[in-house]
């Protein structure tokens, strides 16, 4: 199995950028499609992004299209989300999931048996 750890959440202005750090041990890494889940007080876990596990294709919640971009380095056993243009609607608990060994990364969060802690990401207007 793999243990995703979060990093990178905090405070920043509408408008500004945050870097999202999910660093997976215990498992091989490359092997796992990663993704991207967010949850804000009162509502439900919700995908954000997701990579393949060859890093070869992306996925992305409209909602964030064209602002947040997903990558993986798989060197590092790390994947990070750039969060760019950030809206006070983006304020959320953000999450790292690990899916399926060998699978494409879904948007569904029973597709994903490994998790991270959260790391909190607040955006202020």
């Known amino acids: 199995q793999v243990q995703p750890v979060e990093s990178g959440g905090g405070l920043v202005q509408a408008g500004g950028s945050l870097r999202l750090s999910c660093a997976a041990s215990?498992?091989?890494?490359?092997?796992?499609?990663m993704a991207w889940f967010r949850q804000a007080p009162g509502r439900e876990r919700e995908f954000v992004s997701g990579?393949?596990?060859?890093?070869?294709?992306?996925k992305y919640a409209d909602s964030v299209k064209g602002r947040f971009t997903i990558s993986r380095d798989n060197a590092k056993n790390t994947v990070y989300l750039q969060m760019n243009s950030l809206k006070p609607e983006d304020t959320a608990v953000y999450y790292c999931?690990?899916?399926?060994?060998?699978?494409?990364?879904?948007?569904?969060?029973?597709?994903?048996?490994?998790w991270g802690q959260g790391t909190q990401v607040t955006v202020s207007s």
């Open positions: 215990g498992g091989t890494f490359d092997s796992y499609p």
């Open positions: 999931a690990a899916g399926t060994k060998w699978r494409a990364p879904g948007v569904s969060k029973g597709e994903y048996p490994y």
């Open positions: 990579v393949h596990w060859s890093g070869g294709f992306t």
